[in-house]
């Protein structure tokens, strides 16, 4: 048995992101589960049938319908992981009924008028959405130790926003221009619910782009990065694989910007940094370099004549893009050392 | 412009049978395709929505609603490619009409008692059932010349009876042994409609049994085998791959039994077959080596200590499997060369 | 039986181009199959091993060992579908024996001196080289209509070009910006030759770039783009499928251009042509809506406040990327209808 | 940083094996990891290249040329997980001076004659394989407790094993009776090395049989299981995955054996287990429910007028099916809990 300090709970405890959770926090030795819920919409049934027979049985815990008086009475510190819409509801709900709150939806990461506009759906609570602090935690750490209530990255924006915002901290990009991030993703991202999209022999060799022009993540890079609107192109492409962001960003830098001056850049921001691992200049990193662990490996390759950065970003979309930065969030939030229960640094490979 | 002979429908043109049916029948030069139709239930609706940009546009032919009069007056030939349950309801109906039939649903394969027993779905009318031929071309080509109504065969059922056929023929079956059958499917077997098993992240580098002990293919191998009920023991199981089947048969033989007296047993029966291909003994197929091809490719391995004959048969469950198989039926009983429009030898590879 | 007009060779028979050849010529009506080469250096023992049993054994042709003799003695037309630096070699004796001679290597579509400094291998003989017709058939139709040596597109730049071609006639580039080109590839079309790389466990759930800043189709796309050097950025991604090249290219436009504009000068372009389908703008492509054809789907997206063009342009790698292109090139040559041969319009899908 | 008790070592640590169990071992609280060795034919100097830039570097410890003085000064217990051939020699050796070994090629896990047979390959030291422990650990823990030299199990044997042992201890299965074990494994299974057959366009979207009657773990299986030569017809066929293998075994039962019986006899067996897990009568295992675990799930379904049942049986072939029990094997050396650094239940999934 190991000693536990924090009673933990997972609402959404049957998608992909509350599985993850689930993964990471049976061996997190500071947490103790006790509280997983389903949605409240009960639209996870369809899931559960499948392994009805497998894990979850085997688990000691079982998946309840989400009720709030059985949730706030179980747990100090709880995992919203619903589908964006109905997530931001109930974590403004439980934050303000005492819980620590950590909320992996886009609901909580916008302003309400950009909420609306990108998601076209009812926005969660004012007050939460302006208290709730946005959790990418190299930087803004001074932030989270002190939250009670956390927007949990996205995970396109996360792996944007690692690979460029030491250029626009250090003043390497040329402002005013566009930057593209050309993304690709991993089909867990889509979520658990089946599709037509995302049906096995539509996918199966296949890729394509989506919401061009229209993906939500858009305007919260721009935001993280604090560039003005219209500052960034974000493709989004779905990858014929499970798990796992790619991301290939081509940034206008400072035409008497040198290579070394890039290096030295983001060495300078990142390297006391325990989950970023930087590539040296003209190594690219690949997808399954991270798959399984919180980390972010970044590459990069300067085009001098064009004056042209091209940035490599890659992440585990469950891990850092989602439930491992819940996680490293909950550490610091806590007090606790940020890699506890999220020491493995060898991928899932092969 | 080709010459065009017969004016051909399909009903169910948006499945992956149909879809199959249209790229198959677009390049035969002695049909012209007149009519395609959804579902009458418009569940596939979710389907069109996806692809309306690409593919269906550039085809001349619209895809309509389902309506027996417009078939009617629009074809001599129609296939039905629908969901067993209404597939041969449908069928039953435009034979009745007049046209000839070839109906790829299992609807029509299987005594109206044992369909009940293993669809567990009402029956399509009995006098169709009765008058329909079942489709195996290679062993049923007399019945099926003269037929106006085919059951065309279920993928499994004409992998397994491929491979089994000849050693029940030729009498090297050690009768009243149970014949295990081994198979496994590539996803597209399953069909267009999404489903929790079929959603890419749970099945992407997975693989499981499925409907073991009760998939209804098994009552048809047997009666396609002409052996008694319980002969065969069927495990289904689904590849990560969009495409093909792939069977391992295990065979009690005769204990004197040689692997010349095997090998000429095959080909006896197969020598003058155009859609089958034997490899030497002892040579193994590969799943790819019949892709987009109506082919079926058989080898087998003799374990002579134990008595036991290996078969191992591949085809491409969307062509020999279904499609494929019902213009080979097409070709057969309209008098052409039977390889009409299924010319493509060389699979799809890589 | 075919009436057969001209006596067709291959020499490389045994790599992915290759068999690619032999699906298609296997069914063109105007051809006869009459030659099959593998490499001289015989480095296709290894491939051979695995198949023997298979393909090869069912097709009538032999695969020999190249001899000029034979092949110049035996064929009309011959492709050379051989790894760069030896495939222009062999390509250009044959030419200077008398056949027509379509190479699908990278050797003849640079000047020389390009060449060296981006494939870093010893050129083809330079009269060769520059009597060679670059084959991207839309682009080039009367010269190549009069060539006896056509050196056959890469399959990136067929698909990039294909995707900004049209922008830079039309006068929409704003010129001397910087185009990127955001290319994935299918792992065919690294060859058939293993290597750590193309392991399967490997690059099963991976996704990564390569060669960034050095990819030998960089110069080949600015050649045929008519654009100086440095003008493209490109960015080749290996993606864990077999088949398929994926386009995102990022173009700067004309501030005041409107998105019809747009879609009317790629209308104006590729209106009659019968491999190129445009969708509506805003509509995006699936690699898997042209695999298996020679078509090239191309959809856009404007961002009009950044004055950015997204298009997106797919392939299938070994069709219009390679094999296709080359026999659309044959049929140009002999006066014969494009898409002889290529008729196959509905994808392999799924 | 953790308290250390065992300096450990792996020779092979590039192989999947190798890196699988740094993977495990950078995480298990009793050891330290002390040399880290490649093989010493330096064939892998192909694997190293590719990711010189990414995890080695990050890791501490280089990865050295294997030198056996090294090897012996800095490690109390060395994994050899080197090619079968080489892997023995190395084992003994290192048994020979001292250290504890756990070699996880077939080396030393079949008497010398049959090793010849079956391997076809000069075998390791009589006396290292005479002495070495076969390290299945739930049915030879007195002995592997003892040990300072095991042959870990291979892959197959470990999941086939675990599925039948229970029956035939327990007199269940039908005496002398052929039992037939379908094997399917991902690709990671044949090793690192790149090959024609692992080439990635050769695998993607295939399935089929290898070694079809010759396959090495066969003897394994009936020696393990203490069966009669010639009791197993193995079949082992290559999944289009990294990972993982599946087991479909068909065994004839006593007739009047009923489903409860079965069920009683696979508790009594494995209830105390920390790593098997049964699943009730008719549910099926998949192969994700233990990829990333140390786990293998076995369910079963009883055709009771056939009087087979079939057993169903799933590991990670990396983990239960090689390092995974490797370390299970260290832990029950050194009197540790047996999950130590084995403790992850949830599967990396999806």
Request: with cysteine; hydrophobic share 35%.
């Amino acid at each position: 048995m190991r000693e536990t300090e924090v009673r933990v709970g997972i609402v959404g405890a049957t998608g992909y992101s509350g599985r993850e959770l689930i993964r990471i926090l049976s061996r997190h030795e500071r947490v103790s589960l006790t509280y997983l819920a389903r949605s409240p919409e009960g639209l996870k049934n369809r899931v559960e049938t499948r392994s009805a027979g497998s894990e979850p049985r085997f688990h000691r815990l079982p998946v309840l319908p989400y009720e709030a008086d059985a949730c706030v009475s179980q747990c100090d510190v709880v995992f919203v992981a619903l589908p964006s819409g109905s997530s931001g509801q109930i974590a403004a709900e439980l934050w303000a009924r005492g819980l620590v709150v950590i909320d992996l939806s886009g609901d909580l990461r916008l302003p309400t008028d950009k909420y609306e506009v990108w998601y076209g759906k009812p926005p969660a609570p004012k007050e939460a959405q302006e208290t709730a602090v946005y959790g990418l935690t190299e930087f803004n750490r001074p932030l989270i130790r002190a939250a009670r209530l956390i927007a949990n990255p996205g995970c396109y924006a996360t792996c944007a926003t690692l690979a460029l915002y030491p250029l626009i901290q250090g003043g390497l990009y040329a402002p005013n221009t566009t930057i593209v991030v050309d993304a690709k993703s991993g089909v867990s991202g889509a979520g658990r619910t089946p599709t037509q999209n995302t049906h096995f022999p539509e996918l199966a060799g296949n890729f394509y782009a989506y919401r061009v022009g229209r993906h939500q993540h858009t305007p919260e890079i721009e935001q993280s990065l604090r560039l003005s609107d219209g500052s960034i192109i974000l493709t989004t492409q779905l990858l014929p694989v499970a798990r796992g962001i790619y991301v290939t960003a081509y940034v206008k830098v400072e035409k008497t910007c040198s290579i070394d001056e890039i290096d030295a850049c983001f060495h300078r921001v990142y390297d006391s940094e325990p989950f970023i691992r930087l590539l040296p200049p003209g190594e690219i990193p690949e997808l399954k370099h991270v798959l399984g662990t919180n980390l972010c490996t970044i590459g990069f390759h300067l085009h001098p004549n064009q004056g042209v950065l091209q940035v490599f970003s890659v992440i585990d979309n469950l891990m850092k893009g989602a439930a491992g930065q819940a996680v490293q969030n909950l550490n610091v939030i806590q007090g606790w050392p940020e890699t506890t229960g999220l020491e493995q640094e060898w991928p899932f490979y092969p």
